[in-house]
């Protein structure tokens, strides 16, 4: 099964951003629709934000008008562009398409 690989996390301040990458290297598989999830610690992963196949992006009410979706067909990669973070501590993204299994995920801390 394809795994897609996220990078991109890190340590920021509160009010700062950060852009997260998804990547389906070495596969053939291509990148269409797919979601971004969040984990925090002893919470449930949530969906925050999902591409479509025409690359519109639909968010989660919490992360509405700060976070991005985007692709490069060209380099088979998604994005996750995040603005205006809250300091909210930590928490792993991951990103999944329907057919893919679950990454390792880019772990993001919000802290000042």
């Known amino acids: 099964q394809v795994q897609l690989v996220e990078s991109g996390g890190g340590l920021v301040q509160p009010g700062g951003s950060l852009r997260l990458s998804c990547a389906a290297s070495?596969?053939?598989?291509?990148?269409?629709?797919m979601g971004w999830y969040r984990q925090a610690p002893g919470k449930e992963r949530e969906l925050v934000a999902q591409m479509l196949s025409d690359g519109s992006g639909h968010y989660a009410d919490s992360v509405k008008g700060r976070f991005t979706v985007s692709r490069d067909t060209a380099k088979n990669t998604a994005y996750l562009q995040m603005d205006r973070l809250k300091p909210e501590g930590k928490a792993v993204y991951y990103c999944?398409?329907?057919?893919?299994?679950w990454g390792r995920g880019a772990q993001v801390t919000c802290s000042s």
């Open positions: 070495g596969s053939i598989f291509r990148i269409n629709s």
């Open positions: 999944k398409a329907p057919s893919t299994a």
